[in-house]
């Protein structure tokens, strides 16, 4: 990642990668206990491919060692002058402090490990006794899970990207970064099912009434994500504070106005045109394209927010793309299939024995 030459800018990049497969991984424990807790049919086909990527929470912590190593160089509130110049950031210190960042962090971690084995290993055994009461149990376990998961996401949001900024806050940056995470749990999940299935490893009863509702959750996210993203925007320009308006003031100077304005076709206007029919949320080749796209677009949303403060600090005028940030997307995706892979091994890719099994795969809209 090229620590060597020049590691804050390789730091900056390591954070879109960690926040990238963060997205994923939890993303994933997301969508798995939103099934076990509402009890959903449709989506209990695939739902082994959504535990398995939930496996990548393993691969976030070993991301998150270099970056805990060089924490000083990344985060300008760690240096006590820049701490000690503004009071807002001053009296943010009970917060911004090494320690208490990396105690909460390494929480995190463990909770989504913990997380992890508590959902996939039932499920896994589910797979030869057939209980029935291991379903109740999982949906029991999500109900605890979703409170933990908003402050883990907020959290890691708040910490890993808002920070990089400490004067700047917003109230709904987490369920910004939220928004997006689902969209790129979503896009991976979308592009894996259609594949598998294509190859044979899915059953032939899994139709296009299935893919028309990872379709529809792709376009109804793509519109989630649209709203929080104009409604932080519209409230922070209308209030006109300083501390607040300087992170766009970053964001709309230079080079970086371009990207600003792209972030608005490639987040949300080419995916909603792109699923705005019927026939596109169902198209198993139509919606791998879109499900690249919009893994694609989760990258570009995530260096348009940590990539100006990188520039700020050194001084460029314009946004930086090299060798440095083409390796992130080739790093992200060869974790997504190392997971898959190693996860996969000697493993049903369906969760045979819930309950809801067989009934899922009659599902007709």
Known sequence: MGFANDSVRAS????????????????????????????????????????????VVFIVPIIAIPLFLNLDQI???????????????????????????IIRNVAIFALMAVFFFLFTFRSFKQDTNKNPKSSKTSAKIS?????????????????????????????????????????????????????????GYLSKYITEDHYYNLGGLMFAFTNFWAYIAFSQFLLIWYANIPDETLWYM??????????????????????????????????????????????????YDLYWMIMPEYAKRSGAEAPVFGLTELSAPFLVVGSILLILGLLSKNRNLMPVGDPKFKRSLEFHL
């Not at 701490?83 to 090494?98: M, R, S, W």
């Not at 400490?166 to 979308?190: D, R």
């Not at 600003?260 to 791998?288: D, E, W």
């Open 75 to 101: 985060f300008t509130w760690m240096n006590p002058e820049v701490l000690n110049a503004d009071k807002y950031v001053k009296g943010k210190a009970p917060y911004l402090n090494e320690s208490f960042f």
């Open 250 to 299: 970053d964001r709309s100077e230079g080079g970086w106005l371009i990207l600003s304005l792209g972030l608005i076709f490639i987040r949300f206007g080419i995916p909603y045109l792109a699923l705005v029919t019927r026939p596109s949320k169902s198209n198993p080749f139509r919606l791998k394209i879109i499900a690249v796209w919009v893994f694609l677009a989760h990258y």
């Open 12 to 55: 900056y990049n390591l954070i879109i990668v960690f926040l990238w497969l963060f997205s994923v991984g939890f993303g994933a424990l997301f969508f798995v206990a939103l099934e076990h807790i509402v009890g959903a049919d449709w989506s209990v086909p695939f739902r082994r491919i959504t535990e398995i990527l939930a496996g």
């Open 143 to 199: 109900a605890i899970f979703f409170p933990i998961f908003a402050i883990s996401i907020t959290v890691i949001g708040m910490d890993w990207m808002m920070s990089l900024e400490p004067k700047w806050f917003s109230t709904i940056f987490g369920v910004y970064y939220f928004a997006g995470s689902l969209l790129a749990t979503l896009a991976v999940l979308t592009f894996v099912v259609i594949t598998l299935k294509e190859n």
